[in-house]
């Protein structure tokens, strides 16, 4: 069974624009989380979705949002990126929503931001 | 406010020694905990679990301990190999209300080198 694809896999924008990044969870699975890994701050969730509808946020500013298609792919949208929105975004996906210790990690989107 | 700290950025250990990566948390809520590794370009990988109503578990070559009162898990690998290096994050799940299970917080990570 295919695990969670996650694309583009590499992006590199300008401060100031705006990125979307996709994630296609494994087959059955409606969950559907985002996670940003940086250095400084390591793994930190961003949010979950479930039947199209966010159920948890994590601490982000309202620049960073998501939202969920009725076939459970999922995507993420930053708006006006900033140097600081360089990083790995992390999707992962669960059969249901409410068990973070079933989730399947994608290969991540690495973002550059210049 | 890191709720889960893994103090060592790193460990080194020889081929068929222990490796034994440490993590401390602070919400006394969480009662959930797992163990990811993690290679670089790639997405962690669930290794261990356990629950708060245990303090061990095993699973192979991997157990991890869990000491609730010191607010502290543990994972030992024996015998560790060369395969085993790479990024470890300690997480933990749960706290106040329901959909906080939907959420994992994590912790810094430690590189695992092991040498042959």
């Known amino acids: 069974k295919a695990g969670v694809t996650q694309t583009p896999r590499y992006l590199i924008k300008t401060r100031g624009q705006q990125v979307t990044l996709s994630c296609s969870p494994i087959?059955?699975?409606?969950?559907v989380s985002w996670y940003q890994q940086t250095p400084g701050q390591g793994l930190q969730f961003l949010f979950e979705?479930?039947?199209?509808?966010?159920?948890n946020k994590g601490n982000f500013p309202g620049r960073f949002s998501g939202r969920q298609f009725s076939n459970s792919r999922s995507e993420m949208n930053v708006s006006t990126l900033e140097l600081g929105d360089s990083a790995l975004y992390l999707c992962a996906s669960s059969f249901v929503p409410g068990r973070a210790y079933e989730q399947y990690f994608g290969p991540g989107t690495r973002l550059t931001v210049t | 406010d890191q709720q889960v700290k893994q103090n060592s950025p790193s460990l080194s250990v020889q081929e068929g020694r222990i490796s034994i990566l440490n993590c401390d948390y602070t919400n006394s809520m969480f009662d959930y905990f797992l163990w990811y590794k993690k290679y670089p370009a790639e997405g962690p990988t669930f290794l261990i679990s356990?629950?708060?109503?245990?303090d061990k578990n095993e699973d192979g070559r991997f157990t991890v301990f869990l000491n609730k009162s010191a607010k502290h898990l543990s994972l030992h690998i024996v015998p560790s190999q060369p395969g085993d290096s790479a990024v470890y994050f300690c997480a933990a799940s749960g706290g106040a209300g329901g959909t906080s299970y939907g959420k994992l917080t994590f912790g810094q990570g430690t590189i695992l080198t092991v040498h042959p």
């Open positions: 087959s059955g699975h409606r969950s």
């Open positions: 979705y479930f039947s199209e509808t966010q159920r």
């Open positions: 356990i629950s708060s109503i245990k």
